[in-house]
C-alpha cells in the first residue's frame, strides 16, 4: 500500500484515494497500471468504478488497476498525469483530501460524456473529451502538461495545419 494516500469511501463518488501527508506540487503520486487494451476491448468492459480504461492513444487504452483506478474526476484537480500514466501532484495536497484529476485530459473519443458529480464550484456538469473543454482549461492544462501526448500531438498538428 502507499505511504502517501489511503484508500477510503468518498461519498457518491464511492471509494477514492485521499493523501495522508503533505503531498508536494510535483510530487508523484501513483503510476497507473494494468494491460494495455483496445479501443474494442475497452468498449466492452463494464461503465461502473471498477473498470475505467486509462485512454493512452487513439484506440489503445490501460485497464487501470487499483489503487489507480479509485483516483476520482473533479472539474477543480489537485492532480494530472504526465507521461501518460503518472499521476503527479499539480498543487500541493494537503494530509486528508481527496486526490482527483480530471478525466477529460485524457479522453479523445467523439462520443464518450460521463456526468459529473464532483460538486466543485467550477463544475461543468459533464465529463467529456479534452477538445470539448473551454479554451482557457484546455491552455491551462497544456500549460500544466497534464495532457495525454497523442491529444497534444493531435492538437499542435491541428494548429500547425490552419496556419498553413
Same mark, same amino acid.
Not at 49 to 55: D, G, H, N, V, W
Given at each position: ?50 473498470? /475505467? ?39 500541493? #495536497? ?28 467550477? /463544475? ?34 491541428? #494548429? ?5
Amino acid at each position: 500500500m502507499s505511504e502517501i494516500f489511503e484508500i477510503k469511501e468518498s461519498g457518491s463518488l464511492g471509494r477514492g484515494l485521499f493523501a495522508t501527508r503533505l503531498i508536494k506540487k510535483d510530487e508523484l503520486i501513483l503510476e497507473f497500471t494494468g494491460p494495455i487494451i483496445s479501443f474494442e476491448e475497452a468498449l466492452q468492459k463494464p461503465l461502473d468504478k471498477l473498470s /475505467c480504461p486509462l485512454q493512452i492513444g487513439s484506440r489503445e487504452y490501460i485497464d487501470i488497476q487499483e489503487p489507480g483506478v479509485l483516483a476520482n474526476h473533479s472539474c477543480s484537480p489537485n492532480a494530472g498525469v504526465k507521461k501518460d500514466h503518472y499521476l503527479m501532484a499539480i498543487e500541493d #495536497i494537503l494530509p486528508g483530501q481527496e486526490i482527483f484529476y480530471d478525466y477529460s485530459t485524457t479522453m479523445d473519443e467523439d462520443n464518450w460524456t460521463l456526468e459529473c458529480k464532483c460538486g466543485s464550484p467550477n /463544475c461543468r456538469h459533464i465529463i467529456g473529451d479534452f477538445r470539448h473543454l473551454p479554451l482557457d482549461i484546455q491552455k491551462k492544462y497544456l500549460d500544466l502538461n497534464i495532457v495525454q501526448s497523442f491529444i497534444a500531438k493531435k492538437l499542435l498538428a491541428n #494548429i500547425a495545419q490552419h496556419r498553413i
